[in-house]
């Protein structure tokens, strides 16, 4: 008698605890489970890769100094010295018919949209 007791409480246990997690699982399973799961991933993804992103850029900044600490780069900027404008194209020596340097400014060429979506 005590051992079919033990069995049939040990089989109620064993089908209440399967019970128990087949239901969770199935839980876990329904579309507004898997949404929330998705959506928890790809905020710690984001926050991941912003973390990793401004590791990069503090290196950066970090990197830079080195580099100009090591090549003697660190002068002291003032504030209301011009900043010279650096140019893709510069002429060597003046050219047309003036003798004048021909410059090319940015603002001066034509604007052309770039945006692939575009039909051409």
């Known amino acids: 008698?005590?051992?079919?007791?033990?069995?049939?409480?040990?089989g109620a246990a064993a089908g209440v605890w399967a019970t128990t997690k087949v239901n969770r699982k199935l839980k876990q399973l329904t579309p507004e489970s898997l949404a929330a799961q998705a959506a928890d991933r790809a905020i710690e993804t984001?926050?991941?890769?912003?973390?990793?992103a401004l590791d990069v850029r503090e290196s950066m900044v970090r990197?830079?100094?080195?580099?100009?600490?090591?090549?003697?780069?660190?002068?002291?900027?003032?504030?209301?010295?011009?900043?010279?404008r650096h140019f893709a194209v510069e002429a060597a020596e003046p050219v047309g018919p003036d003798r004048s340097v021909e410059v090319f400014d940015r603002r001066t060429l034509p604007h052309h949209s770039y945006n692939r979506n575009e039909d051409h």
């Open 63 to 84: 990197r830079e100094a080195e580099l100009g600490e090591a090549l003697g780069l660190e002068a002291p900027v003032d504030p209301d010295l011009p900043v010279r």
């Open 1 to 10: 008698m005590f051992r079919r007791t033990f069995w049939f409480t040990a």
């Open 46 to 52: 984001g926050h991941k890769l912003k973390d990793f």
